[in-house]
């Protein structure tokens, strides 16, 4: 299988080493009051929303936040790199928002096999509108870098307009640290994906 390596660095923030937990320091850390059958209070990161939604908190139950103090060791020295991964940080949220929308079954399947593939095409109305939501922030927060336009990237490696022809997948690599990956089969030609770290398991 090809790994497209469009989108140079901005998409192609993966490979860093990950721990469990989430590590953050104190003042990178917020609370959050929740409303549950008995409200109470729970420890966000700074990238996650004051107001955070039940799909979001879907989601913080079932990943980890990957812990800031990894990005200097992504950066390895390079302040743009360092720059790169704390702009990125800035999309998790709508990735957990994205990952809360998937249904019960599909959930137990990631935790059982660490990874879950949809259809593009087969992502119901809450699912999509969750994706389309990622691809806008991706775009807002990224923009002026190579890889801004994640559609575009998923256009240029064959993508139909729909997507009719992209799996999209959340994936465990190395056990820990998950993605959102896109898989493309274009028509008659060889099938490529791309990813973007996220969050630990």
């Known amino acids: 299988m090809r790994v497209n390596r469009s989108g140079a660095l901005a998409a192609g923030l993966l490979a860093a080493p990950y721990t469990n937990g989430c590590g953050c320091p104190p003042e990178q850390m917020k609370t959050a009051q929740v409303d549950t059958v008995h ?11 004051d107001d955070p939604s039940p799909e ?6 079932v990943l980890k936040p990957t812990p800031e103090d990894e990005f200097a060791r992504f950066a390895e020295g390079d302040p743009a790199r360092l720059a790169l991964a704390r702009r ?7 990735a957990y928002q994205f990952f809360g929308t998937l249904t019960d079954e599909q959930i137990e399947r990631f935790l059982s096999t660490k990874q879950i593939a949809i259809p593009a095409k087969s992502l119901t109305p809450k699912q999509r509108r969750a994706l389309d939501n990622w691809f806008e922030v991706w775009r807002e927060v990224m923009k002026g870098l190579d890889g801004e336009d994640y559609l575009l990237l998923l256009y240029k490696m064959g993508a139909e307009e729909d997507l009719s022809n992209v799996r999209v997948r959340f994936i465990a690599h190395g056990s820990h640290a998950v993605h959102i990956a896109f898989w493309v089969t274009p028509p008659g030609g060889e099938e490529g994906h791309i990813g973007t770290w996220f969050a630990n398991t």
């Open 56 to 61: 979001f908190l879907r989601a913080w139950a």
């Open 88 to 94: 990125a940080s800035r999309t998790w949220a709508a």
């Open 39 to 49: 409200t109470h209070a729970i420890t966000l990161p700074s990238w996650a929303s």
